[in-house]
């Protein structure tokens, strides 16, 4: 028998999508099949793509978002749509005493997001902000072999994604996808979740013929010094300037250093060149779905906090505001 005195639900827990897209086909396809479930409806971009998605899933198609999150008979909402509509979204769906997953980022800037974590925890409603990241191959691989590296003093990550020609869709839009780091956050949230707080953020960005907010190409470059004294470089790149892939993570330590190159993991140490598995990058989305529905059933931890995801946006927030004025930006003390 499930314990839901945590947030008082009835089961099936009815579940409202905002957004047609991978992620959403994804979470309703898993949620589809767990008897804990059941899909209501949805709202998307665009009049075709959601009743397309709601024939799919056999759900009542929504012409508006806000109409969607104003329903009585929802118990949840989930957000994939434009980044740029995130913190509204979820704001609203929080006023009308909905649990809500968002994809990440939850907002565009920090102070929305502080305000957004304020309300949930008034309204004592559920607040996930999805890190697939985080449960990804790559990073527990990292997770579980940093301590054989010992004292971290430095790390990088590089992921370049060359397209040609590149898509006139809203990933290359300045305001509906934000500013790379932002939009972009699991670049950074990968290094606060490793290594903690982290002190100043050295930001440039460079976007390529761009026309009404739309770009063909984009590169950002950031230098993040921790608290420990470790100093990490991140680039992100995607677009028509670019003619090879990269997905290449390295972290150095006083013992050894750790290499991962797409799936390809290796430790280097004294001893030798030892190969490291990665876990594959599939079935995130319905993992982290079938970790929310226990958290809202049973009261199983998620694997993300709130906070930790503010966390990341501070310092993504910290990029932008670097690449602005061309100086490096202070971050506050990380919160317990």
């Not at 839009?173 to 949230?189: D, K, M, N, T, Y």
């Not at 440039?204 to 230098?223: E, G, K, M, R, V």
């Not at 529905?293 to 694997?303: E, Q, R």
Request: net charge negative.
């Amino acid at each position: 028998m499930f314990d839901l005195s945590s947030y008082n639900l009835n089961l099936p827990v009815k579940i409202g999508f905002v957004g047609t897209g991978y992620a959403a086909k994804v979470r309703a396809e898993t949620l589809q099949a767990d008897d804990r479930a059941l899909l209501v409806a949805v709202s998307g971009h665009t009049s075709s793509t959601t009743a397309e998605f709601g024939q799919k899933f056999q759900i009542e198609a929504i012409d508006s978002w806000q109409e969607l999150v104003a329903r009585q008979d929802l118990d949840l909402v989930i957000v994939s749509t434009v980044n740029r509509d995130h913190g509204a979204i979820a704001r609203a769906a929080l006023e009308a005493d909905k649990h809500v997953v968002v994809e990440e980022p939850l907002a565009m800037n920090v102070r929305e997001a502080e305000e957004i974590l304020a309300l949930a925890a008034a309204k004592g409603k559920m607040l996930h902000v999805e890190h697939i990241e985080l449960l990804g191959g790559l990073h527990q691989a990292l997770r579980q072999y940093l301590p054989a590296i010992g004292q971290v003093f430095y790390a990088q990550y590089r992921t370049i994604n060359p397209q040609h020609p590149a898509p006139r869709k809203w990933t290359y839009h300045q305001e509906l996808f934000g500013f790379p780091f932002v939009g972009a956050i699991s670049r950074l949230s990968r290094f606060t979740d490793l290594f903690g707080a982290v002190e100043t953020v050295s930001c440039q960005a460079h976007f390529h013929n761009c026309q009404s907010q739309f770009y063909t190409a984009c590169l950002c470059a950031a230098q993040l010094r921790f608290k420990t004294g470790a100093i990490a470089s991140v680039t992100y790149g995607k677009g028509e300037t670019f003619w090879q892939s990269a997905n290449v993570f390295e972290v150095g330590g006083d013992r050894g250093t750790l290499v991962f190159d797409g799936q390809a993991g290796s430790l280097i140490n004294a001893e030798g060149t030892q190969a490291i598995e990665v876990g594959p990058r599939r079935g995130l989305f319905a993992k982290d779905t079938g970790m929310v529905l226990d958290h809202l059933i049973t009261g199983a931890p998620l694997y993300v906090t709130p906070h930790a995801s503010l966390y990341a946006l501070k310092v993504a927030y910290a990029a932008q505001r670097s690449a602005e004025i061309g100086k490096s930006v202070a971050i506050e003390p990380k919160s317990a």
